[in-house]
């Protein structure tokens, strides 16, 4: 099935398509423009639609705006993610909140008890981090959707970060992303993707 084909089938138009997977890149560099609080907010509004198990919607999102939050945040970043951290018009600490069983009678209602099924800390964090990291992926879509780069990074001190940003252990880090629109940076070819056969089986 040739790309064109595949695209037709899709409800999506093709120019969405494009800007949301085919176009987009993950950026490094990015222009001074700044992200603003509305974007933010919009692009909020559009993920949050998207599914978690049982609607736990885990995922805290932290805006470091002051120069001080930058500091503190590159203080616990790898030293080679360092410039991009520190030149991004926004950077967005993506959180998963491990107390999120306390929300569930609010956004499950129709199963008031739900959050007894978190009783155990431990399942309540593994249940917290695959659902942020899935939100995760929901947000850098959105941000895209914005018409906005995503730079997500891992190489960073975790510890240091809960302990900065979420020192009451509440929460834990699954990411930073920087935010804005793409600058210019040296550019190569879109890495290779593995193909529909190298990936899918039927049982």
Same mark, same amino acid.
């Given at each position: 099935?040739?790309?064109?084909?595949?695209? #037709?089938?899709? &409800?999506? %138009?093709? %120019? %969405?398509?494009?800007?949301?997977? #085919?176009? &987009? /890149?993950t950026a490094t560099a990015f222009a001074p423009e700044a992200v603003r609080d509305d974007q933010v907010r919009a692009i909020y509004d559009l993920v949050k639609f998207a599914p978690t198990s049982m609607n736990q919607q885990p995922m805290r999102i932290v805006l470091l705006r002051s120069q001080q939050a930058r500091r503190d945040v590159l203080a616990h970043v790898a030293r080679g993610n360092r410039a991009k951290v520190a030149s991004a018009p926004l950077v967005a600490l993506l959180a998963a909140d491990l107390r999120f069983h306390e929300t569930l009678p609010r956004v499950f209602p129709h199963r008031p008890q739900a959050g007894d099924l978190f009783a155990d800390p431990g399942v309540r964090r593994e249940s917290a981090l695959f659902n942020t990291a899935l939100q995760v992926a929901y947000f850098i879509?959105?941000? /895209?959707a914005a018409g906005l780069a995503a730079g997500p990074i891992i190489g960073y001190d975790a510890d240091g970060i809960n302990k900065t940003f979420f020192g009451d252990g509440s929460k834990e880090i699954v990411t930073l992303v920087n935010i804005g629109r793409p600058g210019k940076e040296a550019e190569h070819p879109r890495l290779p993707r593995l193909a529909y056969h190298d990936v899918v089986t039927i049982a």
């Open positions: 099935m040739t790309p064109e084909e595949s695209s #037709r089938l899709l &409800a999506l %138009a093709p %120019a %969405a398509q494009d800007l949301l997977f #085919r176009e &987009a /890149r879509v959105g941000v /895209r």
